[in-house]
């Protein structure tokens, strides 16, 4: 159970997914769950594993969900005893007869940036090198099958060619939540156009995945118009990033992927809000 419920947790993560994971580290007397055992929960609401059910487990799951509702990524230790008299100790007291004391390890497990390269050119490549060195997973398309190979993206998680509309489908079926960020750096503005629309209308309300785009303002103002144009919201519209990257001046690809992988890192740690926000 422990092993499939931290396979569980990893899978969970790679779909992009928050988890809070309980671990039980210590206990004593008669208690249901044993050292070793682990329960996970996500803030899509799913769940697996056990620390023993009945009381015990509803209120670690409480715990765990209140970690991901407060948008918390601090650990903490919490120490159960399930006996119902019990007082005057540091620690949570559950309507119990058991008599036993569980120390649980609370945490939760933030996914790695997945970012989606959209144009297999020098910028793309450039990032796709940056988010190696940082330890970021990465995916490639382009519409052109010699740009997104893998002789250019030996370490891309998925490589994707072919036209918009069954790329765009193709994502829609398997989810999208697996992407952090949508880059768009297509070589023809006509493509990356249409893969906005596309993924913005496949993605409708949810804020996940960022999306941005390369390009000037005046590229950013026909692309707007053009989504206006297509039936999107307007809080849509607002959610994409167009210019990518924080200004630092950046001409050479590999300075651009510098100040783009910047940007993602800064709005993964909160320290800069997102178009939405």
């Known amino acids: 159970m422990t092993s499939a419920t931290l396979a569980w947790v990893l899978d969970r993560l790679n779909r992009g997914e928050r988890v809070a994971l309980a671990s039980v580290v210590e206990a004593s007397g008669s208690v249901p769950g044993k050292p070793g055992a682990r329960m996970a929960v996500t803030n899509g609401g799913r769940r697996h594993g056990t620390v023993g059910g009945a009381g015990l487990e509803l209120k670690v799951e409480n715990h765990l969900n209140q970690m991901l509702s407060n948008g918390s990524s601090d650990g903490r230790v919490e120490t159960y005893v399930l006996h119902r008299d ?21 945490e939760v497990l933030e996914p790695v940036p997945h970012i989606l390269i959209a144009g297999g050119g020098h910028c793309g490549q450039a990032i796709a090198a940056a988010c190696d060195n940082l330890g970021w997973s990465h995916s490639v398309y382009d519409i052109r099958s010699e740009y997104s190979a893998g002789e250019l993206y030996p370490n891309a998680v998925e490589n994707h060619d072919g036209d918009v509309d069954s790329f765009v489908g193709s994502l829609a079926e398997e989810g999208f939540l697996r992407f952090s960020d949508v880059l768009l750096l297509g070589h023809d503005w006509s493509v990356d156009q249409d893969l906005l629309i596309g993924m913005l209308r496949a993605r409708g309300e949810e804020s996940r995945p ?18 206006v144009d297509a039936g999107i919201s307007q809080n849509a519209i607002d959610s994409v990033r167009c210019p990518i990257g924080i200004d630092i001046g950046a001409e050479s690809p590999e300075e651009i992927a510098i100040s783009v992988c910047a940007e993602i890192m800064a709005l993964e740690k909160g320290a800069l809000k997102s178009a939405e926000d």
């Not at 620690?91 to 036993?100: F, P, Q």
């Not at 960022?210 to 989504?227: D, E, H, P």
Request: proline letters at 0%; glycine letters at 12%; hydrophobic letters at 40%.
């Open 86 to 106: 019990a007082k005057g100790q540091d620690a949570t007291v559950l309507n119990s007869v058991c008599g036993g004391r569980v120390t649980v390890s609370l």
């Open 210 to 227: 960022r999306i941005g785009a390369i390009g000037s303002r005046s590229k950013w103002n026909a692309f707007s118009k053009a989504l």
